[in-house]
């Protein structure tokens, strides 16, 4: 059966006890870039040996399983290609290491150089009024170049290409699979950046550069279901080849030149049917719920990551689940279509 997995920050509070009372008891983590309660940094870096086992024991303290890190060092000098990528590599194969080393086994990355995530909205109304987020690439209309100014695409792959040839070695020794994120929105030109992840045939041309599980992808539906309109299909093409290692479970309405993202149950894709193809690939990684709106009476100092609105999404998920066990059971991974 699946499992679930929810991304938190790492400094304890409320919400971690709240996630073991409905059932989740895996944690993705971002690196602890705070000061320790004493007020001072120690001397290892956040991607050190000894801080990365911190960071895991304080989960397992919580009663958490850390399995992932969602984060990494620095990273644009190496998406660029430009001076001073090889210390950033460096640092990067110090995380993977890291977290070999304290038995964390996927660390989830991306190659958005300068702008990363993206939305031009933070306070569109959804359903009664909720908060959701959302893109519209005509409001970057008359948006100018980043300080990078104009990147064509071949950059961006050629300084994949240098990047992942010798990390791949590194996460393979270390028994850490490393999950490539798409861009979000993965819509190419974005203010001059011939952005790169943004279609499936990008992503086997990833696969194709190192032909190893360590070199794998994470198959974030939201983004997936703007670049293909048969996410379930996806999901069965990539994790068939084993090379999905980790799984985001949300949704939008829309394109990538202008889409909002929704509740769980009230996007464009057919979640039952991604559900049953997780459980046809017999995934071994974690999915996490992602980029929820924000409910009434909840905060939104960080969009997308309601409490409330996580818990509704663990629950549906939970019941996607339930519904995608009885029925491979009853008809068989034969690719069926089951009612939603």
């Not at 170049?145 to 961006?156: C, K, Y």
Request: contains cysteine; proline residues 6%; charged residues 25%.
């Amino acid at each position: 059966m699946i499992e679930f997995a929810e991304y938190l920050h790492p400094r304890p509070d409320a919400f971690w006890t709240t996630l073991r009372q409905v059932g989740v008891e895996r944690a993705v983590s971002t690196l602890d870039r705070s000061p320790n309660p004493m007020g001072h940094r120690t001397a290892d870096l956040p991607w050190g040996r000894g801080a990365v086992r911190q960071l895991k024991q304080r989960y397992e303290d919580m009663g958490l399983e850390l399995v992932g890190i969602e984060d990494s060092p620095p990273l644009d000098r190496t998406r660029l290609g430009i001076a001073g990528r090889e210390e950033e590599i460096e640092h990067f194969c110090t995380l993977v290491r890291s977290m070999g080393d304290a038995g964390i086994p996927m660390l989830c990355y991306n190659w958005m150089a300068v702008i990363p995530w993206l939305r031009t909205s933070v306070t569109l109304r959804g359903r009664a009024g909720a908060l959701v987020t959302g893109f519209d690439a005509e409001a970057l209309r008359d948006s100018g170049p980043t300080w990078a100014g104009t990147v064509p695409a071949e950059q961006f792959w050629d300084a994949f290409e240098h990047f992942i040839k010798r990390v791949a070695p590194v996460a393979e020794e270390a028994g850490v699979r490393l999950a490539l994120h798409p861009d979000d929105p993965p819509l190419a030109p974005l203010r001059g950046m011939g952005r790169i992840m943004n279609s499936l045939d990008a992503f086997e041309r990833v696969l194709e550069f190192v032909d190893t599980p360590a070199n794998s992808l994470t198959l974030c539906q939201g983004n997936w279901t703007l670049m293909t309109d048969d996410v379930p299909g996806a999901i069965r093409h990539f994790g068939g080849m084993g090379r999905i290692a980790f799984g985001h479970f949300r949704d939008v309405r829309g394109t990538a030149e202008r889409f909002v993202e929704t509740f769980h149950d009230e996007g464009q894709t057919d979640m039952l049917q991604a559900m049953i193809a997780w459980h046809e690939i017999d995934f071994d990684g974690v999915l996490r719920c992602d980029h929820v709106p924000t409910l009434e009476g909840d905060s939104n100092m960080d969009p997308s990551y309601s409490f409330l609105a996580r818990l509704h999404a663990i629950g549906y998920m939970t019941g996607l689940r339930e519904a995608a066990v009885a029925a491979l059971a009853a008809n068989g991974p034969t690719g069926m279509e089951v009612a939603g």
